[in-house]
């Protein structure tokens, strides 16, 4: 159990375009999801805490601009890198964290996105 | 501001040798703690965590966690590394009054056959 998917798992665009991130609890329902990024060899930065049916939060210089997430359901969040740029290449994990709120986030496997 | 330090970037070990992974948290009261492993191609597994009560905790894969709250550290160990174990290793804390996760910057765990 606890299962979370992100898709795509690798992503290859042009610097100007728009990706679209997707990451979905399987198996539960996630009241809270975490969008990280990670660059390599580097631990996990937290980028923005996402709740059902409300505006995300961002941390501290992260551009909430340029990194759109929505969180429509108790399943799925998006996140969106928008007119992305080769600095907006990196690692990108998402987790949830199930309703009981145990403090235990689940990962999913993570999503490359390199920008040419 | 708290933080989660690990010591170790990499650590060679043998196939069979003892295992121990260093963590130094700096927190006020008892800490919610954890220990992540990251194998390249998978998302972060859980290896073990600690909340409260027995502060030796028990994990997956034959790894444990000792928590001492003189030292501020939440080690990790395994008596006998297999090279399956080869990974990256985050400590983690929660911070204080939410549940986001203050990552230690992880240690790089390569296994010698």
């Known amino acids: 159990g606890a299962v979370v998917s992100q898709h795509p798992s690798w992503v290859i665009c042009k610097s100007g375009t728009s990706v679209k991130i997707e990451c979905r609890s399987l198996d539960f329902q996630a009241t809270t999801m975490f969008w990280y990024r990670q660059f390599p060899k580097q631990s996990l930065m937290l980028m923005a805490t996402?709740?059902?049916?409300?505006?995300?939060?961002?941390e501290q210089g992260v551009e909430k601009d340029k990194f759109l997430i929505n969180h429509a359901s108790l399943t799925l969040s998006t996140l969106t890198v928008t007119s992305a740029h080769p600095e907006d290449s990196s690692f990108y994990i998402c987790s949830a964290m199930g309703l009981d709120n145990s403090y235990e986030q689940f990962f999913g496997p993570g999503t490359r996105l390199t920008v040419l | 501001a708290q933080s989660v330090t690990q010591p170790d970037i990499h650590i060679t070990v043998s196939e069979g040798a003892s295992l121990e992974l260093r963590c130094n948290y700096s927190?006020?009261?008892?800490?919610?703690l954890f220990w992540y492993v990251q194998s390249p191609g998978q998302g972060l597994q859980l290896l073990l965590k600690?909340?409260?009560?027995?502060?030796l905790v028990q994990g997956i894969k034959g790894f444990e966690a000792e928590f001492k709250r003189s030292q501020s550290s939440f080690n990790l160990r395994k008596p006998s590394v297999h090279w399956s174990d080869a990974a990256e290793y985050f400590c983690?804390?929660?911070?204080?009054?939410?549940?986001?996760?203050?990552f230690g910057t992880g240690t790089r765990l390569k296994v010698l056959a």
């Open positions: 996402s709740n059902e049916g409300s505006k995300a939060t961002y």
């Open positions: 600690y909340f409260s009560g027995d502060t």
């Open positions: 983690v804390v929660v911070q204080s009054g939410t549940y986001k996760y203050i």
């Open positions: 927190y006020g009261a008892t800490p919610y």
